[in-house]
């Protein structure tokens, strides 16, 4: 069975129908935590005690694995084992080749789950197969899974696709959102469910009972990063000195070393650069966010889309430049950083269309 939908698998588990390998993973942990239970669940019910066996991928034993694989199920009708963060980009090549070798004599008494929650796993979009793929080395586990079992992805949801759901839980909390601001606060906190719900515990206990706001969203929901970053690109775009500075303070606030506000910066107007460069070829969001595996940011690339029209090349070319001069002064001098962040910015506000 190839990368299916999750909801395909749950459809299956909800009618018995257990398959004895699967790979879980994807930017959406919490959906990868869910799925998982269920899972164990259909196969061991309420033995988990007995008959699941949990190993962390990092100190996982091949030899260890192949034995637990054999034995018979306890108490419930499968022996059920979860690997949890096993990262074919860190083992050794011996030990993967173990594993594969495990996992392709399997026998029928027992489910074996590997599920990622720990790290990323690198996808890419294959034409061929009409989807995305994953890229990395752990492809060799994955494809192993496939062909007899079932590998799940769970992608970030969209901030449409998370409005609903959010107006929903903020609902059975006895508050009220429009879709509206229920979209801004996903989009707030780029479409991560345990940022989300932590959020909406927070809003819902302030409100107690009243509507939340936008003003309420604006005060009390934390900006993630990124989207400091494109509020400040899109001031730069705009001329708006003010938001510049705002959006710069912010991020600052936010920062976790040095450089490491200058390299979200570069790698926003590197995003907006991408972007107009498409626009440009006469392609949309859509195949920016293919081409260049922006998944799990995609809702800032459909915003650059719609705002990035004021800034032409030739203006960002020049801010890439004065970016570039930025990091090199960073790297060589000892100069305070916020003053030359504070240099860079006047010097892009300057730019000329």
Do not use: W
């Not at 749950?10 to 869910?34: C, F, H, R, W």
């Not at 479409?191 to 009390?220: F, H, Q, V, W």
């Not at 907006?272 to 070829?281: F, G, I, K, M, T």
């Not at 719609?306 to 430049?321: D, Y």
């Amino acid at each position: 069975m190839p990368y299916i939908d999750a909801k395909k698998v749950e459809t299956q588990l909800k009618k018995g129908e257990l398959q004895n390998l699967y790979y879980i993973y994807g930017a959406d942990v919490s959906g990868v935590e869910k799925l998982t239970k269920k899972i164990i669940k259909a196969a061991v019910g309420d033995n988990e005690e007995f008959a699941l066996n949990r190993i962390a991928g990092k100190n996982l034993d091949p030899s260890e694995l192949r034995d637990i694989s054999e034995l018979m199920p306890m108490m419930s009708e499968y022996n059920c084992i979860l690997v949890n963060d096993y990262n074919c980009e860190e083992q050794r090549e011996e030990v993967t080749k173990q594993v594969i070798d495990t996992l392709k004599n399997v026998p029928s008494q027992t489910v074996m789950i590997f599920n990622i929650t720990g790290f990323e796993v690198k996808t890419k979009y294959d034409r061929k197969a009409g989807g995305r793929v994953i890229s990395d080395k752990n492809k060799k586990i994955a494809d192993i899974i496939s062909k007899s079992g079932a590998v799940v992805e769970f992608a970030l949801k969209t901030p449409q696709e998370l409005a609903k759901e959010i107006a929903a839980s903020v609902s059975a909390r006895g508050g009220a959102i429009s879709i509206d601001n229920a979209r801004l606060i996903a989009e707030i906190c780029l479409s991560d469910p345990l940022t989300i719900k932590n959020e909406i515990e927070k809003l819902c206990a302030y409100a107690a009972g009243r509507e939340i706001t936008s003003e309420m969203i604006g005060s009390m929901v934390h900006h993630q990063s990124d989207v400091n970053v494109f509020k400040l690109a899109d001031a730069v775009a705009a001329f708006d000195r003010r938001k510049a500075f705002e959006a710069l303070d912010d991020l600052m606030q936010d920062k976790d070393n040095r450089g490491s506000v200058l390299a979200n910066v570069t790698n926003s107007f590197l995003d907006l650069y991408r972007v107009q460069l498409a626009r440009q070829s006469g392609l949309n969001a859509e195949a920016v966010i293919r081409d260049f595996g922006y998944f799990s940011r995609s809702f800032i690339i459909e915003k650059l889309y719609r705002n990035g029209q004021r800034i032409s090349i030739g203006r960002l070319r020049a801010c890439i430049r004065i970016i570039r001069d930025t990091s090199e002064q960073l790297n060589s001098t000892s100069g305070d950083e916020k003053i030359v962040l504070e240099q860079m910015l006047t010097k892009m506000l300057m730019t000329k269309n």
